[in-house]
């Protein structure tokens, strides 16, 4: 008797516990949790899923957002197929959200005014279908509230401008590659100068006026220094030069190539049969693009790169020149054209980034420290075959 008793004394103090722990808050910076069956899906298309994320991040009752694909016609598209302009996707969020803390007009509310719904096929400095302003509704209730609310802004006389932003049925959400979530919060600085330099927050003043997302730390805009940088990179200290800066500092072919969109020839450029080790970076900025670690011999006379070495400075669109559809390369400060990808390179990308030798500016493993790109030697002390130049 004096076991049995004892043994439920035991089991009522652990009980005693549990709901004690059950009923203490949750740690400081984590979202309070609501049953699965209880939470709702709102999707949206305005332009770069990275300003989309964090605006809807801030949001009381919303539980997670998730950057992704949705729209068109490929299946697990990449970021590079959908940037490109040819799968029928649009840049999107999905926002998981309690709709006893935050109801679906309220989204729609801080959607609006963190797009610009008069600009088809764009958003921003962003160009292409893959930008477009569009609402993907889940219910059919979802379909009325986002059609009343396109109905009121249209009537009430604020726009000169038709509204072009799209109401359309959900369909399969593709998560984007894990380096794009969260990326204001993993990747700060280069979020700032990006959001910035796309005149994200000035149009959207020139849209909504007063009404406009609230600005963020973000918006403060980097420093104004008009300079090719020649140690290192920044995002908050890089200015594109004007045209007869660049005139001046460039090569002629090099200047025809990044600004003309040319091409220099095949096996007769600065690059092709390099095989040092180091980094290769953008010729008028300076950020880093492409690794020695990626290179290889594509047969083509032009220096090829499985992958990028930082694909966020990396931009890709459609090039329809030469009577046929190319994927263009692109660095994202400066602008400036380096070449095109391809769909048959080697494992493990399959892809074949062929650049040209007069965009890209070679920094030897030996000067990485001194040129201000130190992050990258572990990348080659790893590897004793590279610090030995092989």
């Not at 899923?49 to 957002?65: H, I, K, N, P, R």
């Not at 990808?341 to 494992?347: K, Y």
Request: net charge neutral; hydrophobic share 30%.
């Amino acid at each position: 008797m004096k076991y049995v008793l004892g043994l439920a004394l035991i089991l009522l103090i652990i009980g005693a516990v549990r709901l004690t722990r059950a009923a203490s808050p949750s740690p400081s910076g984590e979202r309070p949790s609501a049953p699965a069956d209880s939470l709702a899906k709102a999707t949206f298309a305005g332009g770069c899923f990275w300003c989309m994320e964090e605006s809807f991040d801030q949001l009381t009752g919303v539980a997670s957002v998730t950057s992704g694909y949705t729209g068109g016609q490929t299946e697990n598209p990449t970021y590079g197929q959908v940037s490109s302009g040819g799968t029928g996707h649009a840049e999107v969020i999905q926002v998981v959200y309690d709709p006893q803390k935050i109801g679906y007009p309220a989204l729609l509310d801080a959607f609006w005014h963190n797009i610009d719904p008069l600009t088809p096929n764009a958003q921003f400095c962003d160009k292409g279908p893959q930008y477009r302003s569009a609402v993907f509704y889940h219910t059919d209730e979802q379909r009325e509230l986002v059609e009343a609310s396109k109905r009121k802004l249209e009537q009430s006389g604020r726009f000169k401008q038709p509204i072009v932003t799209e109401i359309v049925k959900a369909s399969t959400f593709y998560p984007a590659e894990e380096y794009h979530q969260d990326y204001y919060r993993k990747n700060p600085v280069r979020y700032k100068f990006y959001k910035w330099n796309c005149g994200r927050v000035a149009r959207l003043k020139d849209v909504w006026g007063n009404d406009a997302a609230a600005t963020t730390p973000a918006a403060n805009p980097p420093p104004a220094v008009a300079t090719i940088k020649t140690k290192g990179w920044s995002m908050t200290d890089y200015r594109k030069p004007s045209e007869t800066e660049l005139k001046q500092r460039l090569t002629p072919e090099q200047y025809k190539v990044t600004q003309k969109e040319g091409t220099e020839p095949p096996y007769r450029n600065a690059y092709w049969d390099n095989h040092e080790a180091g980094i290769y970076v953008d010729v008028v900025s300076g950020e880093p693009l492409f690794s020695s670690h990626d290179k290889y011999e594509s047969g083509t006379g032009w220096p090829s790169f499985t992958k990028p070495l930082e694909p966020a400075n990396i931009q890709t669109r459609e090039d329809k020149h030469l009577f046929s559809s190319r994927t263009e390369v692109r660095s994202a400060a400066a602008d400036s054209h380096l070449g095109h990808v391809f769909d048959d390179g080697p494992r493990p990308t399959g892809q074949r980034y062929c650049m040209n030798s007069a965009a890209l500016r070679f920094v030897p493993v030996s000067k990485l420290k001194e040129e201000g790109y130190e992050q990258y030697l572990p990348l080659f002390q790893e590897s004793k075959e590279h610090v030995a130049g092989k």
